[in-house]
């Protein structure tokens, strides 16, 4: 066991060593509590009249009402179904109408960079799904399996993953299983 004086002569030489290597703060800057605490602003929706109103605001008012939901809704968190879709749209058409980067999306909307992709995936399958791309390509991966090829050549035709040719494959047979 190392004596107490030791520990001390050990400590100081650390503490040396780290001010010759790091270096100290300037003891003409002031301390965190010398500084003044941050001023409040004024929330944006109050300053913002409807001709000075920016794009991506104009936007989540239009999603917020096409959805029927209000927009402080949309800032909680909250992962209601009606709510996660507007978020989802309002995403999508602020990818698709403004020049917005994903980190610029996700401050605006108080929500993490994840969250944006996940919310862009989600609107672009629904879009595909409305539009019947997907329906367009699950037949064709069925007809392609129909026909004899193997799961990675059709995946290759069609241009999808192995693990997406055999869930459509999954979910039709649970499908005409759950009919018979």
Known sequence: MTSYPVLIAQHRGWKAAHERLMGTRPR???SRAALPPPKEEEPVAEKCTP???PLW???VDEVCTAHGVPAAAL???SRHKEIKAARDAICFELSTRTAMTLP???L???VSVGSVQRALRRQRRRENIASGV???RNTQILELRAAGLSYSQVAHRVGVTRSVVSAVIRSRRIRDEANK
């Open 108 to 110: 605006r909307l108080r």
């Open 51 to 53: 001709e000075l109103t």
């Open 75 to 77: 800032l909680d968190g």
């Open 104 to 106: 610029e999306m996700a």
């Open 28 to 30: 003409h800057l002031p």
């Open 134 to 136: 997907i329906h367009h």
């Open 57 to 59: 605001r104009a936007i």
